[in-house]
């Protein structure tokens, strides 16, 4: 299976939901509190048929009172995976092949990585990331958060809900004797601050937690991500989608949104700050940020990463952004391998650093 480069559009999805809004509130704050479902170049048909592919078939837990969670578990194995990586402006240039149908072996299995997508993302978009650690002998787990892909609907939490499907569905595979230990949770955006949500809420059973770009506040990130989208911040359609905003959307209101979409979900999103989560949890914490993110700034991170948090270590890339970190799979896989079989040794350092080699494409 091979892609083309692949044009880097998925912020609009979230940006027309939200300037499909008309200018009354109440629109508005149901647009934060349950964005729209986004359409995700892999989703879909494309994902199930990816799954059918790995051997990996389209599982889901169904609970009582709460969302569906649509998963799939891609076991260790070698899938001649072929993925390569270059800068572009406009796009994110990867191409990658994987022959899921020839002869496979099977590495040791060293742990399980429960894989967290963004918002209005879904599982597809790291089913790349799942393959290159499935062969490296992770279990990897890729689930559909609640409100995205095949899971089922329910209120959004902005991570803690998040956390609890996340715990729900690691209690079941741990039922069924389909975990391996140690448990590593990877999230990027919203889902690396699921992941750290949940990590804090089950501090025996997860020992790593991988969070790419994930935001300090929930309030602040949400009217920040409005204002930038206000400035015009982008291309052709970005620039539509802030003269639109700029005539529709006084500032005050942005906020009374914000306030009225966390009080239909029983939240305070400006109360909901990631450090809470960060300093309650026992895992070793890896944060990775891109220093060109301007979806979630680079300033979020170092926020985080100057809690003194003493099992946490933070990352710095200086080239990249929301969007092409995730995709860095031909620089970050290597060091992420090593640190992660480092935190299932429980070397000395306890919760070691990432040792980031130079850039390939320096």
Known sequence: MSNPLLRRTAWLTLALAIAAAPAAGRDLAERIARPERGDTPFGGA???????????????????????????????????????????????????????????????????????????????????????????????????????????????????????????????????????????????????????????????????????EPFANAGDSVRGYVQRLKAGDGGWSARAVGWWLRRTLPPAELDAAIARAGASLGLDLDALDTATPLAATQACVLLLHGARDRLVPVASARALARTGHDRLHYAELPDENHYSLPARIDWLRAPLRDWLARVARKDAADCPPLALPPDPLD
């Open 46 to 212: 494309k994902y199930l048929a990816f799954l059918d592919q790995v051997g990996s078939p389209l599982e889901t837990l169904a609970r009582s009172g709460e969302p569906t969670l649509a998963f799939a578990v891609i076991e260790p194995r070698d899938y001649r995976l072929d993925y390569r990586y270059r800068r572009s402006p406009d796009e994110l240039g990867m191409r990658f092949a994987f022959r899921a149908d020839a002869p496979r072996r099977a590495p040791p299995v060293r742990g399980t990585v429960l894989m967290l997508h963004g918002l209005t993302m879904d599982a597809s978009t790291q089913g790349l990331w799942g393959l290159a650690l499935a062969e490296d002998g992770y279990r990897t787990v890729l689930l559909d958060l609640r409100n995205h892909g095949f899971s089922g609907d329910g209120p959004a939490g902005f991570g803690t809900r998040e956390a609890a499907d996340v715990n729900a569905l690691l209690a079941h595979l741990r039922a069924q004797h389909r975990l391996a230990e140690p448990v590593i949770l990877f999230g990027t955006s919203y889902g690396a601050v699921t992941a750290l949500h949940a990590a804090a809420a089950d501090p025996a059973g997860i020992a790593g937690v991988v969070a790419m």
